[in-house]
C-alpha cells in the first residue's frame, strides 16, 4: 500500500497562526494518512509521523546557493525516504517553484513511476497561462482545489487540462465557532462595553485587496444616517478616527469566536478572486448574517445566496450601501441556520482520507 509524504515549505506542527498550517495540525493530531513529513525542524513533533529534517544552516544555505539548488535540503530527505521500494504518495501545497525541479530529481534517480504527485492550490484563479502551464498539469498526477467553481474556471481557461481533480472545502473549528444564546450575546456584549447598537464586524490582513479602505468609505456614508450601529475592524490599526468604527488591532484567535458571537452581520468585501475565506465560515457558524463580494470561490461557500447575501459588483459602493440599509432597516434579527457539520475540521479531515484513500486506489 502506498505511503504518503508530506513536503512543507513552513515547520510541522507550525508555530504561529496559519490557515492550511491549522488544518493540518489538526488532521495530524487525529485519524490521518500522512507517513512522512519534510521539513525544516519544527518546535515539536507530531507523534507516529517520521521526519526528514531539512537542514538550515548557514554553509549548508552557501551550498544551496553555489550549486543553484533551491530545493536541495527536501531532496536530500525525499530520497532518503524513497530507497524503500514502496509506492508513494508526495502531497505539495501552494509551492509551484518545487513541480518541476521534483519531477526532474525523481526521474534521475528513477523514481517517478513510484510516485503519485498530489497538489494542493488554496487559491482560485489558475496560476501557470494556458500554454505555459500544460507541462505543469501532465506533471502532476492530481490537482486539490478549494471549490468546484475554481475547477470550472481551469477547466474553461486550460485547452488541454490533462490531470486528474478534486475538491476540499476549508474547515474551521465547530466546537469553538459556534452560535450562542440571546442572552449569552447580550452578556458579551455588556463585556466589551456595546449595547443597544447592530454591530458589524471586518476582520482580515490589512492588505488593499481584503476592501479595508472600501467599506470604511461606505461606512462614512451608512454613519449619517444610522446611528445605532458600529463596525468593529478586527486585524488593523488606523491613526484616523472614524465616526462609528472601532479599530481593535490584532486579536488571538482563541478570542475571535465572541466578537462574531456578539455581531449581527459580518462583511467580507473581498477585491480579489478569494479561494475560500475561512474567516466567512467562522462568521457563519457563530450565527452572523453575512455580506459578501461574489468574488472567487465566495458565491460556492454561501452557497450562492442562500447562506447569505452576494455583491454582484462589489467594486461598486452602492451596491454595499443599499444592503447594509436594507439590513439595518429589518425589524426582525435574522435567524441563520447553517448544519453544524458544513465546512467543519472533521469534515476536512474525513475529506483529506478520503482523497489519500482515492490516490491509493488509483495508484496501486
Known amino acids: 500500500m502506498p505511503q504518503v509524504i508530506l513536503i512543507s515549505q513552513v515547520p510541522l506542527p507550525y508555530s504561529t497562526i496559519g490557515s492550511w498550517t491549522t488544518l493540518y495540525h489538526n488532521y495530524l493530531t487525529n485519524k490521518h494518512q500522512v507517513d512522512y513529513i519534510i521539513c525544516e525542524k519544527p518546535e515539536n513533533f507530531y507523534s507516529e509521523i517520521e521526519y526528514g529534517i531539512v537542514s538550515n544552516t548557514y554553509l549548508f544555505k552557501l551550498q544551496k546557493k553555489l550549486q543553484k539548488k533551491k530545493y536541495l535540503g527536501y531532496f536530500q530527505e525525499l530520497e532518503k525516504i524513497l530507497e524503500k521500494e514502496e509506492k508513494f504518495i508526495i502531497q505539495i501545497i501552494d509551492n509551484f ?30 496560476f501557470h497561462e494556458n500554454f505555459h502551464g500544460r ?9 486539490v ?17 490533462a490531470t486528474r481533480f478534486s475538491v476540499l472545502h476549508n474547515g474551521i473549528d465547530t466546537s469553538k465557532f459556534h452560535k450562542v444564546t440571546s442572552d449569552k450575546k447580550e452578556e458579551l456584549k455588556k463585556e466589551l462595553g456595546i449595547t443597544n447598537k447592530k454591530i458589524f464586524v471586518w476582520c482580515s490582513q490589512d492588505r488593499p485587496k481584503k476592501g479595508l479602505d472600501f467599506i470604511l468609505n461606505v461606512w462614512k ?20 478616527a472614524i465616526d462609528g468604527v472601532s479599530f481593535l488591532g490584532r486579536i488571538p484567535n482563541t478570542d475571535l469566536p465572541k466578537y462574531y458571537q456578539i455581531a449581527d452581520c459580518y462583511l467580507f468585501p473581498t477585491l480579489w478572486h478569494e479561494g475560500f475565506g475561512l474567516s466567512l465560515i467562522e462568521a457563519l457558524h457563530c450565527g452572523c448574517y453575512c455580506i459578501a463580494s461574489a468574488n472567487g470561490g465566495v458565491p460556492e461557500v454561501l452557497q450562492y445566496g442562500k447562506l447569505g447575501k452576494l455583491i454582484e459588483n462589489p467594486n461598486f459602493i452602492e451596491e454595499w450601501i443599499l444592503e447594509i440599509e436594507s439590513f439595518l432597516n429589518e425589524k426582525e434579527t435574522y435567524n441563520n441556520i447553517i448544519p453544524e457539520h ?14 489519500i484513500e482515492n490516490a491509493k486506489k488509483n495508484f496501486s
Request: proline share 2%; aromatic share 16%; charged share 20%.
Open 221 to 240: 456614508r451608512i454613519n449619517k444616517q444610522n446611528q445605532d450601529a458600529v463596525l468593529l475592524v478586527i486585524g488593523a490599526n488606523r491613526e484616523t
Open 342 to 355: 458544513l465546512y467543519s475540521m472533521q469534515n476536512w479531515n474525513d475529506g483529506m482520507n478520503l482523497i
Open 145 to 161: 482545489l478549494l471549490t468546484y467553481d475554481s475547477y470550472k474556471v481551469h477547466k474553461e481557461y486550460y485547452t488541454i487540462l
Open 135 to 143: 507541462w505543469f498539469y501532465k506533471a502532476i498526477d492530481e490537482m
Open 97 to 126: 517553484g518545487i513541480v518541476k525541479p521534483l519531477i526532474d530529481f525523481l526521474e534521475k534517480i528513477g523514481k517517478r513511476n513510484k510516485c503519485y504527485l498530489q497538489f494542493f492550490y488554496h487559491g482560485f484563479a489558475p
